[in-house]
T-cell receptor
């Protein structure tokens, strides 16, 4: 089955810097890659997603890139703010399956 | 906009007891999912409903676990004869096409 690896497990940046989180997946049939932000005591919140027919997608300060050949995708957050501090999860799913396989998460801390 | 709601938010139970959790999805969403999350891990898929039909189940869903969505609206997840290893956050999510919206979760502690 699908396996998703996520790095780094923790990331600390200064306010205003950029943050990059990387994920790799194992199943070449996977075609949908969402990113979730989870704050303490809350459920994960979808922040951006990308499908395998697209190489890059951007939404204000957040962007996601996908390299199908290498089977990896990345989350980029620019001009980080303290409210970006949270745990971020990447996930992957195959067409025809509704199951999302999640990475283990990255705890992002943005220092003021 | 009413999001996914889950009740209760917290449940403490003794080993061997049965527990039931409820999930109310976003009203126009026909797809409903249950995930389990333990500390320091990402959510793990348990099961998926489209309307009232349970279409996919994980091997994690042992015979002590049962999920229902009788009228294609709310769903319940029951755990029978709870074990300490069942302690986790149980998350419900819903969607209409892609892009799942998660609820706040039910935190289960088995003592």
């Amino acid at each position: 089955g699908e396996n998703v690896e996520q790095h780094p497990s923790t990331l600390s940046v200064q306010e205003g810097d950029s943050a990059v989180i990387k994920c790799t997946y194992s199943d070449s049939a996977s075609n949908y890659f969402p990113w979730y932000k989870q704050e303490l005591g809350k459920g994960p919140q979808l922040i951006i997603d990308i499908r395998s027919n697209v190489g890059e997608k951007k939404d204000q300060r957040i962007a996601v890139t996908l390299n199908k050949t290498a089977k990896h995708f990345s989350l980029h957050i620019t001009e980080t703010q303290p409210e970006d501090s949270a745990v971020y999860f990447c996930a992957a799913s195959q067409g025809g399956s509704e199951k999302l396989v999640f990475g283990k998460g990255t705890k992002l801390t943005v220092n003021p | 906009d009413t999001g996914v709601s889950q009740n209760p938010r917290h449940k403490i139970t003794k080993r061997g007891q049965n527990v039931t959790f409820r999930c109310d999805p976003i009203s126009e969403h026909n797809r409903l999912y249950w995930y389990r999350q333990t500390l320091g891990q990402g959510p793990e898929f348990l099961t998926y409903f489209q309307n009232e039909a349970q279409l996919e189940k994980s091997r994690l869903l042992s015979d002590r676990f049962s999920a229902e969505r009788p009228k294609g609206s709310f769903s319940t997840l029951e755990i029978q004869r709870t074990e300490q290893g069942d302690s986790a956050m149980y998350l419900c999510a819903s969607s209409r096409t892609s892009g799942m919206s998660f609820g706040p979760g039910t935190r289960l502690t088995v003592t």
